[in-house]
């Protein structure tokens, strides 16, 4: 019984220091990161890749059918960066993106003999075409050439807009202007520096033409009131490529995701997915890929 008070009373006048211990220990605990490692929701850098891609590829719809399937086999989350393609080179130039899709073939070809690019596969492909207003004032409605087309623009001085921000359609359209040994300029020709989506919505508010991938103008034909002018132009063919930057200029970049993304995107599955893909809504393909 003695010992028994002699405890207690011990333990009764010890309480204030225990309980100071017990709380340092107990703050020292809490605060250490080793016991208590702060949570992130974001995916490891290994499990993401950043694609650099032209803007038709959005802005047709295209990519919300590809990336979908890719991110739930993979596991791999794919940031998406719109841009003209020479915009999506320059990025990989710079080493801030893993994989490009882009359609600029004389670019992506030099962007792989400067040893920029280690993989460069073509995809598919579609055309251009010339689109204007109804009245078509300067003639190039049923024109075989592209070219003659041009040349009508620039004589009548027809109310022309270009993309002017060195995407694939902007290399195009300048490769023909180059052809019909014209050099673009005056208040008729104006150069939206935006993507294909916002050339043709200034067009069409404009009553001018332009030059667009077929894919685009179908995906937004309904609120537009420009027509296809002329069309069928082999020169008008467009050509994707998949391009994976140089390893071993930037050895940051997830190489191995981005091979992943390039295998996925020229497998049967997905080259059914690209033939079939704009079929039932616009009676026609939007892409057909390439074997």
């Known amino acids: 019984m003695f010992k028994e008070k002699w405890c207690i009373k011990m333990s009764r006048g010890a309480c204030p220091f225990l309980l100071g211990i017990a709380f340092l220990i107990g703050c020292s605990t809490e605060k250490s990161p080793s016991n208590n490692p702060p949570q992130s929701t974001a995916p490891s850098r290994a499990r993401q890749i950043t694609l650099a891609t032209t803007t038709s590829t959005q802005d047709s719809g295209l990519l919300d059918k590809l990336l979908p399937p890719f991110e739930r086999q993979s596991g791999i989350k794919v940031k998406v960066v719109a841009v003209g393609s020479g915009q999506a080179l320059e990025l990989a130039r710079r080493g801030d993106a893993d994989v490009l899709l882009t359609h600029a073939p004389a670019a992506e070809q030099k962007f792989m003999d ?170 026609e393909p939007l892409f057909f890929p390439d074997e």
């Open 114 to 283: 400067e040893g920029w690019g280690e993989v460069r596969r073509r995809i598919m492909h579609n055309d251009f075409v010339l689109v204007g207003p109804k009245a078509d004032p300067a003639g190039c409605n049923g024109q075989k050439s592209i070219t003659d087309s041009f040349r009508r623009l620039s004589n009548q001085n027809a109310p022309f807009v270009s993309r002017g921000d060195d995407s694939g359609t902007h290399q195009k359209e300048k490769e023909i202007w180059k052809n019909a040994n014209i050099e673009p300029k005056g208040e008729w020709y104006l150069q939206a520096g935006a993507g294909m989506a916002q050339t043709l919505r200034i067009a069409n508010e404009k009553e001018a033409y332009a030059l667009t991938d077929r894919a685009t103008y179908l995906t937004l034909r309904n609120e537009l009131e420009l027509v296809i002018l002329t069309e069928r132009d082999p020169l008008m063919q467009n050509n994707y490529a998949v391009l994976i930057p140089s390893s071993a200029r930037h050895p940051h970049l997830n190489f191995e995701a981005a091979r992943q993304f390039a295998d996925f995107l020229t497998s049967p599955a997905m080259k059914k997915l690209i033939a079939e893909f704009g079929l039932q809504e616009f009676g």
